[in-house]
T-cell receptor
Framework: SQKIEQNSEALNIQEGKTATLTCNYTNYSPAYLQWYRQDPGRGPVFLLLIRENEKEKRKERLKVTFDTTLKQSLFHITASQPADSATYLCALEFFYGGSQGNLIFGKGTKLSVKP | DGGITQSPKYLFRKEGQNVTLSCEQNLNHDAMYWYRQDPGQGLRLIYYSQIVNDFQKGDIAEGYSVSREKKESFPLTVTSAQKNPTAFYLC????????????FGPGTRLTVL
Protein backbone atom coordinates (compact mmCIF):
# COMPACT_ATOMS: atom_id res chain seq x y z
CA SER A 1 0.00 0.00 0.00
CA GLN A 2 1.05 3.58 -0.54
CA LYS A 3 2.79 5.25 2.39
CA ILE A 4 3.66 8.85 3.05
CA GLU A 5 5.99 9.96 5.81
CA GLN A 6 6.82 13.35 7.19
CA ASN A 7 10.12 12.75 8.88
CA SER A 8 9.84 15.05 11.85
CA GLU A 9 6.92 15.26 14.22
CA ALA A 10 8.25 18.58 15.46
CA LEU A 11 10.78 21.14 14.26
CA ASN A 12 12.02 24.06 16.36
CA ILE A 13 13.92 26.91 14.75
CA GLN A 14 14.95 30.48 15.46
CA GLU A 15 13.19 33.42 13.87
CA GLY A 16 14.83 34.50 10.62
CA LYS A 17 16.19 31.06 9.78
CA THR A 18 14.95 28.81 6.97
CA ALA A 19 12.67 25.97 7.99
CA THR A 20 12.91 22.81 5.88
CA LEU A 21 10.26 20.12 6.18
CA THR A 22 10.48 16.71 4.50
CA CYS A 23 7.85 14.49 2.93
CA ASN A 24 8.76 11.01 1.67
CA TYR A 25 6.59 8.47 -0.09
CA THR A 26 6.86 4.85 -1.14
CA ASN A 27 5.80 2.86 -4.18
CA TYR A 28 4.02 4.78 -6.92
CA SER A 29 4.95 8.32 -7.88
CA PRO A 30 2.17 10.81 -7.23
CA ALA A 31 0.65 12.94 -9.93
CA TYR A 32 0.46 15.90 -7.55
CA LEU A 33 1.90 16.82 -4.22
CA GLN A 34 0.31 19.47 -2.04
CA TRP A 35 1.27 21.24 1.16
CA TYR A 36 -1.24 22.51 3.70
CA ARG A 37 -0.96 24.52 6.90
CA GLN A 38 -3.08 23.63 9.93
CA ASP A 39 -3.42 25.74 13.06
CA PRO A 40 -4.62 24.13 16.32
CA GLY A 41 -8.33 23.34 16.30
CA ARG A 42 -8.81 24.53 12.72
CA GLY A 43 -9.07 23.04 9.26
CA PRO A 44 -6.03 22.80 6.96
CA VAL A 45 -5.38 25.62 4.51
CA PHE A 46 -3.88 24.97 1.07
CA LEU A 47 -0.44 26.48 0.44
CA LEU A 48 1.20 25.04 -2.68
CA LEU A 49 0.73 22.34 -5.30
CA ILE A 50 3.52 20.83 -7.39
CA ARG A 51 3.10 18.38 -10.26
CA GLU A 52 5.29 15.38 -10.95
CA ASN A 53 6.92 17.05 -13.95
CA GLU A 54 7.83 20.17 -11.95
CA LYS A 55 11.04 20.42 -9.95
CA GLU A 56 10.29 23.51 -7.90
CA LYS A 57 7.45 25.90 -7.04
CA ARG A 58 7.64 29.20 -5.17
CA LYS A 59 5.14 31.47 -3.48
CA GLU A 60 6.46 34.46 -1.55
CA ARG A 61 8.63 33.00 1.26
CA LEU A 62 7.59 29.43 0.49
CA LYS A 63 9.37 26.98 -1.79
CA VAL A 64 8.53 23.38 -2.61
CA THR A 65 10.77 20.92 -4.43
CA PHE A 66 9.80 17.54 -5.82
CA ASP A 67 12.34 14.80 -6.53
CA THR A 68 10.69 11.71 -8.04
CA THR A 69 14.01 9.83 -7.99
CA LEU A 70 14.40 10.24 -4.25
CA LYS A 71 10.59 10.05 -3.78
CA GLN A 72 10.78 13.15 -1.68
CA SER A 73 9.42 16.67 -1.42
CA LEU A 74 11.04 19.44 0.59
CA PHE A 75 9.06 22.42 1.88
CA HIS A 76 11.05 25.54 2.76
CA ILE A 77 9.99 28.67 4.63
CA THR A 78 12.63 31.37 4.35
CA ALA A 79 13.04 34.20 6.85
CA SER A 80 10.74 32.35 9.23
CA GLN A 81 8.54 34.26 11.67
CA PRO A 82 6.74 33.22 14.87
CA ALA A 83 3.49 33.53 12.88
CA ASP A 84 4.68 30.61 10.73
CA SER A 85 4.32 28.31 13.74
CA ALA A 86 1.77 25.65 12.81
CA THR A 87 1.50 22.06 11.66
CA TYR A 88 2.31 21.50 8.00
CA LEU A 89 0.78 18.59 6.13
CA CYS A 90 1.84 17.10 2.84
CA ALA A 91 -0.71 15.31 0.69
CA LEU A 92 -0.20 13.18 -2.38
CA GLU A 93 -2.59 12.47 -5.20
CA PHE A 94 -2.06 9.31 -7.18
CA PHE A 95 -3.44 8.23 -10.51
CA TYR A 96 -3.86 4.56 -11.25
CA GLY A 97 -4.34 3.48 -14.84
CA GLY A 98 -5.20 6.99 -16.00
CA SER A 99 -8.08 7.47 -13.56
CA GLN A 100 -8.14 9.63 -10.47
CA GLY A 101 -6.95 8.08 -7.26
CA ASN A 102 -6.95 9.02 -3.62
CA LEU A 103 -5.50 12.03 -1.84
CA ILE A 104 -3.33 10.71 1.01
CA PHE A 105 -2.22 12.97 3.86
CA GLY A 106 0.89 12.69 5.99
CA LYS A 107 0.70 13.04 9.76
CA GLY A 108 2.21 16.49 9.66
CA THR A 109 5.22 18.30 11.11
CA LYS A 110 4.66 20.79 13.90
CA LEU A 111 6.86 23.83 13.31
CA SER A 112 7.71 26.20 16.14
CA VAL A 113 9.53 29.43 15.35
CA LYS A 114 11.07 31.08 18.40
CA PRO A 115 11.60 34.86 18.53
CA ASP B 1 -18.18 35.43 1.58
CA GLY B 2 -17.51 32.13 -0.15
CA GLY B 3 -16.48 29.22 1.97
CA ILE B 4 -17.28 25.99 3.70
CA THR B 5 -18.96 25.84 7.08
CA GLN B 6 -19.37 23.11 9.64
CA SER B 7 -21.62 23.09 12.63
CA PRO B 8 -21.50 22.77 15.49
CA LYS B 9 -17.87 23.43 16.46
CA TYR B 10 -18.15 21.25 19.56
CA LEU B 11 -20.56 18.37 20.04
CA PHE B 12 -21.12 16.10 22.99
CA ARG B 13 -23.15 12.93 22.82
CA LYS B 14 -23.85 9.93 24.99
CA GLU B 15 -22.56 6.55 23.92
CA GLY B 16 -25.04 4.69 21.73
CA GLN B 17 -26.62 7.79 20.19
CA ASN B 18 -26.44 8.69 16.52
CA VAL B 19 -25.27 12.21 15.73
CA THR B 20 -25.24 14.21 12.50
CA LEU B 21 -22.54 16.71 11.60
CA SER B 22 -23.40 19.48 9.19
CA CYS B 23 -21.26 20.63 6.23
CA GLU B 24 -22.31 23.37 3.80
CA GLN B 25 -20.35 25.05 1.00
CA ASN B 26 -21.14 27.98 -1.29
CA LEU B 27 -18.10 27.56 -3.53
CA ASN B 28 -20.11 25.79 -6.23
CA HIS B 29 -17.82 22.78 -5.86
CA ASP B 30 -18.95 19.40 -7.15
CA ALA B 31 -16.80 17.27 -4.87
CA MET B 32 -17.08 17.04 -1.07
CA TYR B 33 -15.24 14.94 1.49
CA TRP B 34 -15.31 13.93 5.14
CA TYR B 35 -12.10 13.26 7.08
CA ARG B 36 -11.39 12.19 10.61
CA GLN B 37 -8.32 13.45 12.49
CA ASP B 38 -7.01 11.89 15.70
CA PRO B 39 -4.03 13.18 17.73
CA GLY B 40 -0.76 12.22 16.07
CA GLN B 41 -2.59 10.84 13.04
CA GLY B 42 -2.96 12.08 9.51
CA LEU B 43 -6.31 12.87 7.99
CA ARG B 44 -8.24 9.71 7.19
CA LEU B 45 -10.94 9.71 4.54
CA ILE B 46 -14.39 8.59 5.66
CA TYR B 47 -16.62 9.27 2.64
CA TYR B 48 -16.49 11.37 -0.49
CA SER B 49 -18.93 12.54 -3.11
CA GLN B 50 -18.03 13.78 -6.58
CA ILE B 51 -21.56 14.62 -7.65
CA VAL B 52 -25.02 15.07 -6.20
CA ASN B 53 -26.81 11.83 -5.29
CA ASP B 54 -23.61 9.82 -5.44
CA PHE B 55 -20.99 9.05 -2.80
CA GLN B 56 -18.23 6.52 -2.17
CA LYS B 57 -16.70 4.95 0.91
CA GLY B 58 -13.26 6.06 1.96
CA ASP B 59 -10.74 4.19 4.05
CA ILE B 60 -12.69 4.19 7.33
CA ALA B 61 -16.39 4.27 6.40
CA GLU B 62 -17.59 1.67 8.92
CA GLY B 63 -19.97 3.19 11.45
CA TYR B 64 -20.62 6.30 9.37
CA SER B 65 -23.23 7.30 6.79
CA VAL B 66 -23.67 10.27 4.46
CA SER B 67 -26.11 11.78 2.00
CA ARG B 68 -25.68 14.21 -0.89
CA GLU B 69 -29.13 15.46 -1.85
CA LYS B 70 -27.95 18.98 -2.65
CA LYS B 71 -24.71 20.23 -4.18
CA GLU B 72 -24.13 22.55 -1.22
CA SER B 73 -24.63 20.05 1.56
CA PHE B 74 -22.90 16.84 2.66
CA PRO B 75 -23.98 15.81 6.18
CA LEU B 76 -22.20 13.02 8.06
CA THR B 77 -23.97 10.76 10.55
CA VAL B 78 -21.88 9.05 13.17
CA THR B 79 -23.83 5.97 14.17
CA SER B 80 -23.75 3.91 17.33
CA ALA B 81 -21.86 1.26 15.33
CA GLN B 82 -18.74 3.45 15.25
CA LYS B 83 -16.51 1.97 17.96
CA ASN B 84 -14.46 5.05 18.79
CA PRO B 85 -16.27 8.15 17.54
CA THR B 86 -14.50 10.78 19.63
CA ALA B 87 -12.38 12.75 17.14
CA PHE B 88 -11.99 15.96 15.15
CA TYR B 89 -14.08 15.80 11.95
CA LEU B 90 -13.19 17.85 8.91
CA CYS B 91 -15.29 18.49 5.81
CA UNK B 92 -13.69 19.63 2.56
CA UNK B 93 -14.71 20.48 -0.98
CA UNK B 94 -12.99 20.83 -4.34
CA UNK B 95 -13.97 21.92 -7.84
CA UNK B 96 -15.00 19.57 -10.64
CA UNK B 97 -12.26 17.07 -11.25
CA UNK B 98 -12.42 15.61 -7.78
CA UNK B 99 -9.09 15.46 -6.10
CA UNK B 100 -7.66 18.91 -6.78
CA UNK B 101 -6.92 21.54 -4.11
CA UNK B 102 -9.24 20.99 -1.21
CA UNK B 103 -10.89 23.70 0.85
CA PHE B 104 -11.54 22.71 4.43
CA GLY B 105 -14.16 23.75 6.92
CA PRO B 106 -13.29 24.73 10.50
CA GLY B 107 -14.01 21.25 11.83
CA THR B 108 -16.30 19.72 14.45
CA ARG B 109 -14.88 18.20 17.60
CA LEU B 110 -17.10 15.32 18.67
CA THR B 111 -16.83 13.91 22.17
CA VAL B 112 -18.79 10.82 23.12
CA LEU B 113 -19.28 10.45 26.83
Amino acid sequence: SQKIEQNSEALNIQEGKTATLTCNYTNYSPAYLQWYRQDPGRGPVFLLLIRENEKEKRKERLKVTFDTTLKQSLFHITASQPADSATYLCALEFFYGGSQGNLIFGKGTKLSVKP
Amino acid sequence: DGGITQSPKYLFRKEGQNVTLSCEQNLNHDAMYWYRQDPGQGLRLIYYSQIVNDFQKGDIAEGYSVSREKKESFPLTVTSAQKNPTAFYLCASSSAGGWDTQYFGPGTRLTVL
